[in-house]
């Protein structure tokens, strides 16, 4: 007979049995809060309830995510934080696979992790999505149970703050080097315009540091106005172009002038901006100065050559006016009228191609007579001497017409009309900033009276008068014509030293 006893022990052990059961099935799914732990003494539960409730709290309070995954990656449990950070709640994570929470490209990520996890602890970035943002977190992980059952653990730290610090610290860094290598004068101002930055070409501009300094009292620019008069206002102040920036609206390229002890006029473009934050909020500006001082010097330099350009071409223009008039008057025929228009006129020609090639600088009186005398027979049949002599540009074009007038009128009947002439020329220093050249002819055909002067001599005195503030002298002897110039030359520099290239006898006074 069964005993009554045994049979409720049975009945008790069964029931025993199947709460168990049911309590180790509801665990392994997750509808308690609870760690199957396999040992070698069989399943050991450890719940986050009653005994382990600070350990469960401890969890819930923690600045991390927490979750406990399988190896696949379902999530068997997350605390609360977790949920905060993907900004999901909390019933739709738990049983939801993490991939569901990683961007796509952080998937194999994830699966690494989890695989590594579950053998040993192992630390990864992982993204994570939360609505419509990306999420950078660190993520740690280490295996929750034995091998047997695979269980992982995972920490989950945000590091959207240490990421943004990050980018901070490099886009600081960033913009240092830019600073650095700017040529261009680069401020950086805060709201109140104190210069928060400031790139090595703006210090250099000071002479001092200009970091901590308010912008409108470091450099004091003519904004708008860069060619000031004394006691001109300037167009606009740095400090209400600062106030323009911070305001939102951007000025650029003013021309601006900066005056500063002991230093030249600076000429430059000034531009500002606002400088904004994350959040679009204006939180400061950005002055930069382009340094234009060259180009406005080469701009009133050519403004000073177009006007010496066209006083020179009037001075030209009027004594090719004055040449052609007199030529009329003095030519029995058009074509003698054209022989002598054109050769007084190659001369002027001549003398601007020697000006223009030295950039109408000064010329070596040696270089103008040898480039005169060079279509009747250069050093050949032409001797000369006298120290190294620099002729101003306004005296080349009159001594080049003179020196015309005297080898034309030898050509046609002294000294270059036959074979054998020769002409001597020489130069030399009088008192008083007056200069002598003579000019001597030899072995011509002689001179039979005293010859009627013509329109070359007329031209000979008013050039050596007018424009060169000298004299001209003619000497009519047998062996030929002599000529005595004598003419101030301002700003005229000598070198002492006699040189001389005579083919010929050397030239005697």
């Known amino acids: 007979m069964p005993n009554e006893g045994t049979d409720v022990e049975v009945a008790d ?28 003494n069989g399943p050991q ?138 040529t261009d004068a680069v401020l950086v101002c805060n709201r109140s315009g104190r210069i928060t930055h400031a790139s090595w070409a703006a210090d250099r501009l000071s002479g001092q540091p200009l970091t901590g300094q308010v912008a ?67 939180i400061g500006c950005i002055l930069t100065l382009t340094d234009i001082t060259e180009r406005k010097e080469a701009e009133v330099h050519q403004a000073m050559l177009v006007a ?24 029995p025929s058009v074509g003698q009228f054209r022989t002598s228009f054109e050769g007084r006129l190659r001369a002027i020609s001549l003398a601007h191609d020697i000006l223009t090639q030295l950039r109408w600088g000064q010329v070596d009186l040696e270089h103008l007579v040898e480039r005169s005398l060079a ?16 002729l101003p540009a306004q005296n080349v074009v009159s001594l080049a017409m003179v020196l015309h007038e005297l080898s034309t009128n030898a050509a046609k009947y002294g000294a270059f009309s036959n074979g054998c002439g020769r002409v001597e ?7 008083d900033g007056m200069a002598e050249l003579t000019w001597s002819e030899r072995e011509g055909p002689g001179l039979s009276g005293e010859p009627v002067p013509g329109f070359g001599n007329k031209l000979i005195s008013r050039v050596m008068s007018y424009d060169l503030q000298g004299s001209a002298k003619m000497r009519y002897a047998p062996e030929g014509l002599g000529c005595r110039l004598t003419f101030r030359l301002p700003n005229a520099s000598w070198i002492e030293t006699e040189h001389a290239e005579a083919p010929l006898a050397p030239v005697g006074n």
């Open 13 to 40: 052990l069964r029931q025993r049995l199947a709460e168990s059961e049911e309590t180790l099935r509801a665990i392994y799914q997750g509808e308690v809060d609870a760690l199957v732990v396999r040992g070698p």
């Open 45 to 182: 539960i450890f719940t986050l309830r009653g005994a382990q409730e600070p350990y469960r709290i401890l969890v819930e309070r923690m600045h991390e995510g927490a979750l406990t995954l399988s190896t696949d990656g379902l999530i068997l449990y997350s605390n609360r934080h977790f949920a905060t950070l993907i900004e999901r709640p909390l019933e739709q994570i738990v049983g939801r696979p993490l991939a569901e929470f990683v961007p796509v490209s952080d998937v194999p990520v994830l699966k690494g992790l989890l695989s590594d996890g579950a053998r040993w602890s192992v630390r990864r970035e992982l993204t994570l999505q939360s609505g419509e943002a990306l999420v950078p977190t660190l993520a740690a992980a280490s295996p929750l149970v034995d091998e047997e059952s695979g269980a992982v653990l995972l920490i989950v730290t945000d590091l959207t703050a240490q990421k943004h610090s990050e980018e901070i610290a490099a886009a600081e860094q960033f913009a240092r080097s830019i600073l650095e290598q700017a």
């Open 216 to 282: 409108w009292h470091t450099l004091p620019l003519h904004i708008g106005a860069s060619e000031l008069t004394e006691g001109q206002e300037p167009a606009m102040s740095v400090q209400a172009l600062v106030h323009e920036a911070l305001a939102g609206r951007s000025v650029h390229r003013l021309e601006a002038g900066l005056d500063q002890p002991g230093r030249p006029r600076q000429h430059f473009l000034v531009s500002a901006g606002p400088l904004r934050d994350r959040t679009g909020e204006h």
């Open 308 to 331: 010496e350009l066209n006083h020179r071409v009037k001075n030209i223009l009027a004594v090719v006016q004055s040449v052609a008039s007199q030529t009329v008057a003095s030519s």
């Open 375 to 390: 279509p009747y027979g250069g050093n050949a049949r032409v001797a000369w001497s006298g120290p190294t002599l620099r």
């Open 425 to 431: 020329i020489a130069w030399r220093r009088l008192d």
